[in-house]
């Protein structure tokens, strides 16, 4: 009996002692995508900028997109999707394999998002905006959902794949409102009630499948909101930002990444209390790393660049700068 103990006991030591991360190696390892304007190229390298590599070699790649170029999921299964302009391509970041041109719009190609299941693409297309195409990754029939949304507000989806919320004006008027749909556009419910009085805008889908962060400008400046997919239990989480913008849920959902007048910060989602932790240079997007040790920003130097940022402590350093703008970064954990 003794001897079993012992061993029991050996045993479960080796797995803490395997499972935990308490030291400066066991520091989130990973790697990450994003859009090189100098050579209109997509790359993958080390998040401390290292080993870096030209995955789309042949420089078609356009910067067009008004928000996300690259979308990525953390394992090995992740897909990016790109733009050359009118048409839309996947890269398989598993296997280093460029699909290329998967469909053509005919016109120019905005806020290409990947759903999380890897099943379908969704982007916005002009002249017009007044629909959302979601597209199969294999090429497969297209949905579109005809609801008319202002300044091309990219789609997110929920966890499980099966709808999206987007920021929607069905009124032709400043009227925008957060609705979510089916991914064929039936089944639109509204789950805000700004009634044209001010705006509600960037929704992101909780990574608990529970919540919807949006901004709204209900006061006289624009914080950070959410609801319950119902749009019932109505939470604040900033009431000091002056333009709230690029809000980002961490993988845990317990803290809210966004940026005001530049400016990056961190909130707990169970308070009210922002810390800014980054300021050095004027940021225009922030996401997470898959475990929410890193923050990814990307700022304006010369150009932009990106930057791993320390969410507790500030501290950060370079993953990708140089000549023309590095950006559209997310995070791949492996």
Sequence with gaps: MKKELFKTVILLILFMLFSCRESADDEEKGRIVYFDSNTSNLYIADHDGNNSYNLTSSGIVTSAAAHSLVNSFADKNAIAAYTTGTELGIYDLGSFYDYGVIVNAGST?????????????AYTSLPTNALYSIQGVDGSTAYSVNYSQSDYSPISWSPDSKYIVIETDNS?????????????????????NAGGL???REPKWSPKGDRIL?????????????VKTDGSDLKVHTTTAISATEPAWSPNADRIAYIDNSVVYVVDTDSANPKAVFSDYNATAVSWSAYGEWLLVTAYVADNDIFCVDPESGNYFTAAGGAGDQMYAKWLAY
């Design 109 to 121: 190609i905005y806020n290409i998002t990947v759903s999380p299941d890897r099943q379908y693409i």
């Design 172 to 192: 032709g008027a400043e009227n925008l409102e957060i609705r979510i749909s089916n991914l064929d556009g039936s089944s639109i419910r509204q789950i805000t």
């Design 198 to 200: 001010y705006n509600v």
């Design 214 to 226: 949006y901004t709204s400008s209900e006061t006289s400046n624009t914080n950070i909101y959410s």
